[in-house]
């Protein structure tokens, strides 16, 4: 499979039905599944073989899901879980543990910045956030032997701010830590953090890569490109797992992965449900064709507000003024997706009285899907941060976000320009 480009991979990877099989992955809807011999289940329990035994740790609906997310990302495992929080928290958890600490980008989804910042700490996770467009040296100043993990997202969610992969990469390559990517808005269709020195990619799969606002769902894909062997700073690959049969992670191909099931899954159990993983698995076929839709929609847009006298700043990294363009020809040069985000002028209240003059485009807690909608953030998905965490979040109080579908793009900006003037 690896040798088709990423369009063939969306539809092709994951599930090869053998004669006489179903075309497409069937829901196994079961709990568990049945052996006759007990050395069977014993080897299955002991990592000799591949199957099933339990839903909580693997099912082949899922799987199959876990293989396409794998092969788009060019991974080598996939781990689906019950929602792009869960993903974010167990990778975390498969490195670090109290006393450690993490770094993080401080321009991530709210969701996650309050993970990192407030229950964390409570774990005794200490996480360090940085300005993702500091320099390096900056960054790098806050790395010690008890770093665990640098965590970015590609294009972040609301800020749209594009990384700098490279940047990010020099840093954890230099200082052996694991480089964690949540490609949540970008998809592997725009942009594969691991050909930019990513270690592991997160997705948030409720989003672009289910794309119909049906199924809740999160991977967490292994690139297996970090060596954990001999690292100081990860003893717990490199120990025998007591509660794993002895097993040490370092020492096989896949660490992050078999650990990240093992461990994390098997005890914490937020896994994937297998008809949210059909469900996913279905939306991905079309993945490619509308990242496609999703960014030249997105273009147009940006344009058009762009353009209005009552938008007062707009982000989409495809304007060529975007303090993100050049960035975005790097790391996106295929389209830089349906997101973006803008102010209106004056007032905040301003923000409320469009939103609610749009006919088309819904409000929602959602992004990244086939149908556009609108958010403001200060008020719902940040409410709970103060006025300085919005400021580092790139959160200001008008800000706008909005999730361009793929409806035909002449409607959509009817719909905005018919809500502006309202305004
Ligand atoms: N990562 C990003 C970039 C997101 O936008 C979101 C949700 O909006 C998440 C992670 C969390 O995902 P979920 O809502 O599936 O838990």
């Known amino acids: 499979m690896d040798k088709y480009k990423l369009d063939t991979l969306c539809v092709q990877a994951g599930y090869s039905p053998k004669t006489g099989q179903s075309r497409i992955p069937p829901i196994v809807q079961s709990t568990t599944f049945v052996y006759e011999k007990t050395q069977d289940m014993a080897d299955l329990f002991d990592l000799k073989s591949d199957g099933y035994f339990y839903t909580r740790l693997a099912n082949p609906t899922v799987a199959a899901f876990e293989n396409k997310v794998a092969a788009l990302e060019g991974g080598v495992c996939g781990i689906g879980c019950a929602s792009g929080m869960s993903a974010t928290s167990l990778a975390v958890f498969t490195v670090a543990g109290a006393g450690d600490n993490i770094l993080s980008s401080q321009a991530v989804y709210g969701g996650t910045y309050n993970l990192f910042a407030v229950t964390l700490p409570k774990l005794g996770i200490e996480c360090r956030f940085f300005d993702p467009d500091a320099p390096a040296e900056e960054i790098e100043k806050l790395i010690d032997k008890n770093t665990k993990m640098i965590f970015t997202e590609t294009v972040a969610n609301p800020s749209i701010i594009v990384l700098d992969f490279e940047k990010i990469a020099k840093i954890a390559s230099r200082h052996k830590v694991l480089f964690a990517v949540d490609n949540t808005l970008a998809t592997p269709a725009l942009c594969r953090p691991a050909q930019w020195g990513a270690n592991i990619v997160i997705h948030s799969s409720t989003k672009y890569l289910d794309g119909h606002a049906a199924a809740l769902g999160g991977m967490i894909v292994d690139i297996a490109n970090f060596c954990f062997k001999g690292n100081d700073r990860y003893s717990s690959f490199n120990v025998p797992d007591e509660s794993y049969h002895g097993l040490v992670y370092a020492d096989l191909p896949v660490s992050f992965g078999t650990k990240?099931?093992?461990q994390m899954i098997r005890d914490f159990g937020a896994i994937m449900s297998p008809q949210n993983a059909f469900l996913s698995y279905i939306g991905c076929d079309t993945l490619a064709l509308r990242m496609e839709r999703h960014s030249s929609n997105a273009k147009k847009v940006a344009e058009f507000l762009s353009k209005h006298p009552k938008?007062?700043?707009?982000?989409?990294?495809?304007?060529?003024d975007n303090k993100y363009n050049k960035l975005a020809e790097k790391y996106l040069p295929d389209g830089q997706g349906g997101m973006l985000s803008f102010g209106i002028k004056g007032s905040v209240e301003k923000c409320a009285k469009f939103m609610e003059a749009l006919k088309l485009i819904t409000q929602e807690t959602h992004v990244a899907d086939v149908r556009s909608c609108v958010?403001?953030?200060?008020?719902?998905?940040?409410?709970q941060l103060s006025e300085e965490d919005l400021k580092k979040a790139g959160v200001p109080h008008n800000l706008i976000r909005l999730s361009v579908g793929i409806e035909n793009p002449d409607d959509i900006i009817a719909d905005l320009a018919n809500a502006l003037e309202k305004v």
Do not use: M
């Not at 938008?311 to 060529?320: D, P, T």
């Not at 958010?375 to 409410?383: E, F, G, I, Q």
């Open 375 to 383: 958010l403001h953030p200060a008020s719902t998905t940040h409410r």
């Open 260 to 262: 990240c099931r093992a």
């Open 311 to 320: 938008i007062e700043w707009i982000n989409h990294a495809s304007l060529k």
